[in-house]
């Protein structure tokens, strides 16, 4: 079964270091990869995509994020974090079925950063 | 993001009847409704397509979706549960395909008491 798995359910880092938040995908096909960013009370919002070509892809706001096929995986990357960067985190894989297509997200990763 | 509203923002309901609403001022075909549980990712719930319902998740029968134009989603709800509880989005994409990003509105959060 097609699934996204982000073992971190939390995350806490310092203002200013690195960041790397993980995501593992299990897709049959060629996945198409997606980060979503979601802010307190607010609607997700995409930081990046993949779907093909260079393995890493930039973002919006400094993040950054590495595909890798024979790792499965996906994840997310920042050099220096701020805290406005404090949110919940979700890795999403879009499924293709038939005549249509969804997306299947992780189960998130609360990022916090603290001074 | 203003693009996409949502209606109401807050929803407290005992066991009664009551729709939510979406509009999409993007220009999209495809509008769907996703639920969020406490602590929980979003899971979909309905899609449209060009106003056809073309997916149908395994949701309990008291939740009906509508699609007036392409530009609008109503979620009707009738006697909720309290397993209802959660932030209902309201999301659009240009055409539904693989390949496109989601857009959200800020979504609506059901209380049941």
């Known amino acids: ?115 | 993001n203003t693009k996409i509203t949502q209606s109401p923002r807050y929803l407290i309901l005992g066991r009664a009847n009551k729709s939510l609403e979406c509009e999409q001022h993007l220009g999209h075909n495809a509008m769907y409704w996703y639920k969020q549980s406490a602590e929980k990712p979003p899971e979909l719930m309905f899609l449209y397509n060009l106003k056809q319902l073309i997916r149908n998740e395994t949701v309990p029968s008291r939740f009906i979706p509508e699609c007036p134009d392409s530009s609008k989603l109503l979620l009707h709800i009738s006697a909720v549960d309290p397993e209802d509880s959660a932030v209902y989005f309201c999301a659009s994409s240009p055409w539904g395909t693989t390949n496109e990003r989601l857009f959200f509105g800020h979504g609506t959060k059901l209380s049941v008491l």
């Open chain 1, 1 to 115: 079964a097609q699934s996204v798995t982000q073992p971190d359910a939390r995350v806490t880092v310092s203002e200013g270091a690195s960041l790397q938040l993980r995501c593992k995908y299990s897709y049959s096909a060629t996945p198409y990869l997606f980060w979503y960013v979601q802010y307190p009370r607010q609607g997700l919002q995409l930081l990046l995509k993949y779907y093909s070509g260079d393995p890493v892809v930039q973002g919006v706001n400094g993040f950054e994020a590495e595909f890798s096929k024979s790792n499965s995986s996906f994840h997310l990357r920042k050099a220096s974090v701020h805290w406005s960067d404090s949110a919940v985190y979700f890795c999403a894989v879009s499924i293709t079925s038939s005549s249509f297509s969804k997306l299947v997200f992780g189960q998130g990763t609360s990022l916090s950063v603290v001074p």
